[in-house]
């Protein structure tokens, strides 16, 4: 964290020396220079605690709360109307019988998977070209990153045309006009397929999410430690993996947080193109929890599915930004 | 640098200064580049091109020729799928809907994200970590006990239930983007005001709220498109009542009318244009926005 701007002007109006203070507390960042804090001194040129009370409001209820019940509802036989009763770890004991949970778990993983692999890949090879001297860049730019703003729904319904059976139309049409027609698939319909087939719709609209961040990451590598390794000898492979690299580990850390965490709860796109099918074959763990409440009525065993993927979630958070942030160097 | 350092004020600034100056690669390298790079621009743009041909093309092109432009092409499909899309009203419901949320986020976010970066130690530390959990915590975990908290109070198939949900989810968010914004601000304005005679209230209309401009665009920017697009909730709060919002409308459209291509892309194309055209007119913003969101 660059504190610069802080410590140049925080402490300027008090009476404290600035800095006398800051090594102590319990490491908040900013603020600076205060003498000695309690929970509930009033420092006149601290704002009153009434302009956080709206926000912390609506926080609580819309976040707080329902997520607390929601961890209680976990443990019980809810079924969204009536009364209730706790159940302990039923649910979850039925959640490692139920097959297509299962399944849905391992979808949800493979998918993941999948999606930050390839969407990384392709991103940061776009960014890359990108980011040459080509004259069409700000052009391919536009391109490429305006899937990103068009609603998951209306993308998964324009690649369910794609993805159309039909020897002549969407991807199929394509492949046999290539003369490539003995690589036409049922692609959504066959249930080996479908799960990768949602991967690549979600890759084609976010892997333009994925260079804008790369591309930032590039514009902050200095010109002048490309022309130190060019001058030292270094080729262009070695200038990306020596150089290049190292320097894009903020954007990467962005990156796959953002991928993995999307791919992770995806919804949207499953629902939309496949809804799940056939059969089983690319079930989530959101259209699973979601089926389980407001299909089948079971709230609280849905809610124990959404602790799972509550879990999944953080775990995977934590890990990355464990691992990601000790191999980021600065320019 | 990390994904948990927030923007800073200089970061929305055109970037680049000095740093990462392209490098020259050789003219035949360059022109190579050029037509690799629009091979794949090509291809990425297939589903695109098949979008708009489709909606321009009566059911005969359609079953005889999918894959050709349309000859001739026809606009008849618009008209068709904007009324049996419902989409003026569902147009409506969304920037109703996307605006309403976007104003409180505004206020609320920025009001407490100026106490919780001013308040640094203690409960201001205490509340600002608790609101990153929400960054962290997926929303499927309390979807339905707020379902049901959204039902109790009448506010299914209504605007306010929407608005109240998305200030709500997005807060930790909008949050974090201005406390850390806030943090790298100099505090010499405020307290100037204060000593002034400004009382707290008018310190941060008149004089902190306008430094905030930048990040006000990025919270704008990441906040709307996110609402605009959403799916998941609004299907559940508004799904069959006369609020619905853009997708919402367009999945149940294309339930209804799935066999007919030309009028479902019509339909399709009609409800991506308006994202697209903000897209397109704000597209530096928009991406830098993206770019930077979430950058340290």
């Known amino acids: 964290?660059?504190?610069?701007?802080?410590?140049?002007?925080?402490?300027?109006?008090?009476?404290?020396?600035p800095g006398s203070a800051s090594a102590k507390g319990p490491g908040g960042p900013g603020g600076g220079g205060r003498a000695r804090w309690s929970p509930f001194r009033t420092d006149p040129a601290v704002p009153p605690w009434?302009?956080?009370?709206?926000?912390?409001?609506?926080?609580a209820v819309v976040v707080l709360y329902p997520s607390v019940a929601g961890v209680v509802y976990a443990f019980t036989d809810w079924s969204g109307v009536g009364s209730f009763s706790f159940v302990g770890v039923d649910n979850f004991r039925t959640l490692l019988d139920d097959r297509r949970a299962l399944e849905s778990v391992g979808n949800t993983l493979l998918l993941t998977v999948a999606v930050v692999v390839v969407q990384n890949g392709i991103g940061l090879l776009l960014a890359l070209g990108v980011h040459a001297n080509i004259r069409s860049r700000a052009l391919l730019r536009v391109i490429f990153f305006a899937p990103a703003v068009v609603s998951p729904v209306m993308v998964a319904f324009l690649w369910k045309y794609v993805y159309n059976p039909e020897g002549g139309a969407g991807l199929n049409g394509v492949l046999g006009a290539l003369g490539l027609g003995g690589l036409r698939q049922d692609w959504l319909g066959d249930p080996s397929l479908a799960l990768w087939s949602v991967a690549a719709m979600v890759?084609?609209?976010?892997?333009?999410?994925?260079?804008?961040?790369?591309?930032?990451?590039?514009?902050?590598?200095?010109?002048?430690l490309h022309e130190a390794a060019t001058i030292d000898g270094a080729g262009a492979w070695q200038r990306f993996r020596y150089v290049t690299w190292p320097l894009l580990a903020p954007a990467l850390t962005i990156n796959l947080m953002l991928s993995t965490i999307g791919g992770l709860k995806l919804f949207d796109q499953v629902y939309a193109a496949t809804n799940g099918g056939p059969g089983t074959a690319s079930e989530t763990l959101s259209t699973v929890l979601y089926k389980e409440?407001?299909?089948?009525?079971?709230?609280?065993?849905?809610?124990?599915?959404?602790?799972?993927?509550?879990?999944?979630?953080?775990a995977v958070s934590l890990v990355q930004l464990r691992y990601l942030r000790a191999r980021e160097v600065t320019a | 640098m990390s994904a948990a350092t927030p923007v800073r004020p200089g970061a929305s600034e055109p970037s680049a200064r000095g740093a990462g100056r392209r490098r020259r690669l050789p003219r035949s390298g360059r022109y190579l580049l050029e037509l690799v790079m629009a091979a794949a621009a090509?291809?990425?743009?297939?589903?695109?091109?098949?979008l708009v041909s489709m909606a321009m093309k009566d059911p005969r092109?359609?079953?005889?020729?999918?894959?050709?432009p349309p000859a001739p092409p026809t606009l008849a499909n618009f008209g068709d799928a904007w009324s049996s899309a419902s989409l003026g009203p569902a147009l409506v419901n969304s920037t109703v809907i996307t605006v309403a949320s976007l104003l409180l986020l505004i206020v609320l976010g920025s009001t407490g994200a100026y106490y919780l970066a001013r308040r640094a130690r203690g409960l201001g530390y205490g509340l600002y970590v608790l609101f990153l959990l929400g960054i962290v915590l997926p929303f499927q975990l309390g979807m339905i006990p707020l379902y049901k908290l959204v039902d109790s109070l009448g506010w299914l198939g209504t605007y306010q239930g929407m608005v109240l949900f998305y200030t709500g989810i997005q807060l930790p968010f909008t949050v974090f983007l201005y406390t850390g914004f806030i943090r790298a601000l100099p505090q010499d304005y405020a307290q100037a005001a204060l000593i002034d005679g400004c009382d707290h209230r008018q310190a941060f209309t008149r004089v902190v709220f306008p430094l905030l401009r930048p990040i006000t665009g990025t919270v704008?920017?990441?906040?709307?498109?996110?609402i605009w697009n959403d799916f998941f909730t609004p299907l559940l709060y508004l799904g069959g009542s006369d609020k619905e919002t853009v997708p919402v409308g367009i999945f149940s459209f294309v339930g209804q009318y799935v066999s007919d291509y030309g009028l479902v892309f019509a339909g399709l194309v009609l409800a991506a244009l308006p994202v697209l055209l903000v897209f397109l007119l704000l597209q530096r913003y928009v991406i830098k926005g993206f770019a930077g969101g979430l950058k340290g």
């Open chain 1, 1 to 17: 964290m660059n504190s610069a701007p802080r410590t140049a002007t925080s402490g300027a109006p008090r009476a404290t020396p």
């Open chain 1, 50 to 59: 009434i302009f956080v009370v709206p926000a912390l409001a609506v926080y």
């Open chain 1, 203 to 224: 890759i084609w609209q976010y892997a333009g999410y994925s260079m804008v961040i790369f591309l930032a990451g590039l514009q902050g590598v200095p010109a002048e």
């Open chain 1, 293 to 314: 409440a407001f299909v089948y009525g079971k709230f609280g065993y849905s809610t124990a599915v959404a602790l799972v993927l509550a879990l999944f979630v953080a």
């Open chain 2, 42 to 50: 090509v291809a990425f743009l297939f589903p695109v091109y098949a």
């Open chain 2, 61 to 68: 092109q359609i079953a005889e020729s999918p894959l050709a």
């Open chain 2, 220 to 226: 704008i920017i990441l906040n709307a498109v996110f």
